[in-house]
C-alpha cells in the first residue's frame, strides 16, 4: 500500500532551499512507494491550521522542478513557530498526527535550521511514542551555516558569493573617492560568525575587508578605532565587516538603542538590530572621518541572480538524499553534507570539491549551534588564514545560470489551494 509525503520549510529563506524541495518532490515522485506528495504552506504552523497543497497535481515536467531550483525565497512559505515539547504539551503533536493520519502520510520532511530540526526530532519521538508508521526525516538549510555534524549548510555558499561579490564591489566604488573614509557592512550572524568570517575571501581580489568582527571574538571598541586609524596610515578607504550579533567584553550583544536589548523571537533569540550602526558611530566620534553603513539584510539570503551552482547542485542533492533515507525506512535523522576532498589545482588554481550526503541523528543537531573557528581569523581580524580559505573558497566559485524573461529572473510558484481534508 502506498503512504503519501509531506515536506514544509521553516526559519529564514535562502538562494538553495528551494533547490532542496525540488530534490525532495523529484525523488518523491518517481518512488512508486508514494501516491501523492503534499506541501505544507507557513511551515509546521500553517499545517496545524490545515494549509495544505498537493504539490503532485502542480509539477508538471522536469523544467518545473530545475525552475524551483533556481527560485529563491521559499516557495512553500515560511514560519516562526515554536512547538513545546511533546511532555510539556502533546496537543498540537496529537493535532498534526491526525492531519497526516487523515491524508495517510508515512513521510515527513522538514526542511530548516537548528529550531526547524528541534520540531523534526520531537515529530520523530512522539510518532513513535505512539506507534505510527511515520518516517520523520530533517533536511538542513541556513545561511549562517551553525549546523553541527555537516561540513556546511545549503543556502550558505550562496549568501557567501552574495557578500563577498558585494564587498569587491563596494571597494571598487569607495576607491572613487580621495579622502579618506570608512564603510561598515552589517552580515547577517546572531552566533556565529561563519558568513562575516568568509566575507574575507573577498581579499584575494579587491583587498577588502580590512577588518572582520564575529560573534566568537569579544568586540574591543578601542582596538576597532586603533585598527581603523593604523590603517588610515596607508589605505584612503577601509570596509568594516561586522557580524549583526557581535558582543562586547561582557558577553552582552552590542547596540546602538538600548531598547533593542532584551526583544527575543518565538524562540527566544534576540532580535538584533545596531551593531553596524553602533560601529558607524564609533568611527564617526573617534576617528572623525566620512563613515557609510550598508547592511545587506534580505538580500544576502535572496540573492538568486549569483547563487552559487555548487550550492544548489548540492541543496538538491540534499533533498534527494533526505527523501530516500526515508523511503528506505529510516527516520530521526537529517541529510547532512560531508565533505570527501577540496584540493587546490596548483596549475588552475581551482579547487576539485566533492562531497556526499550522509545520515546524521537529529538529537546531535537540534537546537545546537556551531560557531566559527576563530583559529581561522587572523589575530588581528584582517583576514583569513589558509585554512580559512580552503574551507570557504570551494563552496562558491562557480555561478548557477537561472532562466531570464527580459533580463530579469524567473521564478516558481505554487498556486496555494489548500487540500480538503477527509473527515
Known amino acids: 500500500m502506498t503512504k503519501n509525503l509531506l515536506v514544509a520549510q521553516s526559519g529564514g529563506p535562502s538562494a538553495a532551499i528551494n533547490a532542496t524541495l525540488a530534490g525532495i518532490i523529484e525523488v518523491a515522485i518517481e518512488s512508486d512507494k508514494i501516491g501523492r506528495v503534499y506541501g505544507g504552506c507557513f511551515g509546521i504552523e500553517g499545517i496545524l491550521k490545515g494549509h495544505i497543497i498537493d504539490i503532485s497535481s502542480q509539477i508538471t515536467c522536469p523544467r518545473d522542478l530545475d525552475l524551483l531550483q533556481c527560485t529563491p525565497g521559499m516557495a512553500l512559505h515560511t514560519c516562526r513557530f515554536k512547538m513545546p515539547t511533546p511532555k510539556k504539551d502533546p496537543e498540537p503533536y496529537q493535532k498534526l498526527v491526525d492531519i497526516l493520519t487523515k491524508l495517510n502520510i508515512g513521510y515527513f520532511i522538514y526542511i530548516g535550521g537548528n529550531d526547524s530540526m528541534e520540531t523534526a526530532l520531537q515529530m520523530h519521538l512522539f510518532t513513535r511514542e505512539q506507534g505510527l508508521d511515520i518516517k520523520c526525516m530533517g533536511c538542513p538549510k541556513t545561511i549562517d551555516n551553525d549546523l553541527p555534524h555537516t561540513d556546511h549548510t545549503p543556502g550558505f555558499g550562496s549568501a557567501l558569493k552574495y557578500v563577498a561579490t558585494s564587498i569587491t564591489e563596494i571597494f571598487t566604488d569607495i576607491n572613487s573617492y580621495g579622502s579618506k573614509s570608512v564603510c561598515v557592512v552589517e552580515i547577517m550572524g546572531r552566533d556565529a560568525g561563519w558568513l562575516t568570517a568568509g566575507s574575507g575571501i573577498a581579499k584575494i581580489c579587491g583587498g577588502a575587508p580590512h577588518l572582520i568582527y564575529i560573534p566568537e571574538k569579544p568586540f574591543d571598541p578601542e582596538e576597532c578605532v586603533a585598527s581603523v586609524k593604523e590603517l588610515h596610515k596607508t589605505h584612503t578607504h577601509v570596509i568594516i565587516a561586522v557580524s549583526e550579533g557581535i558582543r562586547g567584553k561582557d558577553g552582552k550583544y552590542v547596540f546602538i538603542d538600548p531598547l533593542a536589548?532584551?526583544?527575543?523571537?518565538?524562540?527566544?533569540?534576540?532580535?538584533?538590530?545596531g551593531s553596524g550602526r553602533y560601529i558607524e558611530s564609533l568611527v564617526k566620534k573617534e576617528v572623525g572621518c566620512r563613515v557609510r553603513?550598508?547592511?545587506?539584510?534580505?538580500?544576502?539570503?535572496?540573492?538568486?541572480?549569483?547563487?552559487?551552482?555548487?550550492?544548489?547542485?548540492?541543496?538538491?542533492?540534499?533533498?534527494?538524499?533526505?527523501?530516500?533515507?526515508?523511503?528506505?525506512?529510516?527516520?530521526?535523522?537529517?541529510?547532512?553534507?560531508e565533505r570527501i576532498s577540496a584540493n587546490k589545482n596548483q596549475t588552475t588554481d581551482e579547487y576539485e570539491y566533492k562531497s556526499k550526503i550522509v545520515p546524521v541523528d537529529l538529537e546531535l543537531v537540534a537546537g545546537k549551534v556551531r560557531q566559527f573557528p576563530v583559529e581561522w581569523l587572523l589575530p588581528d581580524n584582517t583576514g583569513l588564514t589558509q585554512e580559512?580559505?580552503?574551507?570557504?573558497?570551494?563552496?562558491?566559485?562557480?555561478?548557477?545560470?537561472?532562466?531570464?524573461?527580459?533580463?530579469?529572473?524567473?521564478h516558481f510558484s505554487f498556486e496555494k489551494k489548500y487540500v480538503e481534508l477527509p473527515q
Open 261 to 273: 536589548e532584551g526583544k527575543v523571537d518565538a524562540f527566544g533569540h534576540a532580535q538584533l538590530s
Open 293 to 337: 553603513l550598508i547592511e545587506f539584510s534580505v538580500l544576502q539570503r535572496g540573492s538568486g541572480h549569483i547563487a552559487s551552482a555548487e550550492d544548489l547542485d548540492e541543496a538538491r542533492d540534499v533533498g534527494k538524499a533526505g527523501a530516500k533515507l526515508a523511503l528506505s525506512g529510516v527516520s530521526g535523522k537529517m541529510a547532512a553534507i
Open 388 to 410: 580559512g580559505l580552503d574551507y570557504f573558497l570551494p563552496l562558491m566559485t562557480s555561478r548557477k545560470d537561472v532562466p531570464m524573461c527580459k533580463g530579469l529572473p524567473v
